[in-house]
């Protein structure tokens, strides 16, 4: 459980007891309901990390597009709705050589335009040779990026890195030396689901 649901929650909690106290039960059960939304949306649940020269998801969501960069890579973009763990992880082992935090819109994360257009958190990690670059991306919702990790931390793969409050999006750009191994529409799980494998060198 991520502290922020706690104190949302308690928020909410006592505001609903105030109008109980006050006998508005009507206006109070919706405060409820939000406290207990809250403490399922900042769930971080433990995941099981794949071995091997494997990237896995920094998200859980859906794969809502696959595209081919100028740098002969490919982009997985993943779709997180409010009911899926928002709690970000990063895809490959190393250390982080970059966080650029861009400001920007806050148009519907499944859109392709808010890859570019939306607020986000830009990160890199270099490690055993390869690079991979990750998007935090802020949707409709969300308005507020979390990134617990800065420039020259080393971290593992599927270690938690942040979050994104509410729905959202994120990106992971894979250069020529990987294979992307999910599909459009796939639903894939932060830290558990691999997204792509390291070619073999010929």
């Known amino acids: ?12 909690v006592v505001a609903g007891l105030g109008l109980t106290y006050a006998a508005l039960w009507l206006a109070a059960l919706p405060l409820f309901l939000l406290a207990a939304f809250c ?16 990237a896995v998801s920094p998200a859980d969501g859906r794969v809502v597009s696959l595209k081919a960069t100028d740098a002969g890579g490919t982009r997985v973009s993943i779709f997180l709705n409010i ?5 970000n992880r990063t895809p490959i082992a190393g250390r982080i050589t970059d966080v650029e ?5 806050f148009l519907v994360a499944s859109r392709d335009e808010a890859s570019m257009s939306n607020e986000q958190n830009v990160v890199t990690v270099e490690g055993d040779g390869t690079r991979v670059v990750f998007k935090q991306i802020a949707g409709l919702i969300a308005r507020r990026i979390v ?6 931390d080393v971290v593992r793969a599927g270690e938690r890195i942040g979050l994104i409050k509410f729905g959202s999006r994120v990106d992971v750009f894979f250069g020529p ?8 529409r796939e639903r894939v799980s932060g830290g558990s689901s691999v997204i792509a494998r390291r070619k073999r060198e010929q």
């Open 39 to 54: 403490l399922y949306f900042f769930r971080d649940p433990n995941r099981t990390v794949p071995d091997g020269a494997v």
């Open 177 to 184: 030396e990987w294979d992307v191994t999910v599909n459009v």
């Open 147 to 152: 990134c617990w990790k800065k420039t020259g």
């Open 83 to 87: 009911f899926d763990v928002h709690v």
């Open 101 to 105: 935090y861009q400001p920007g819109r």
């Open 1 to 12: 459980m991520i502290r922020d649901g706690i104190y949302y929650a308690v928020a909410l």
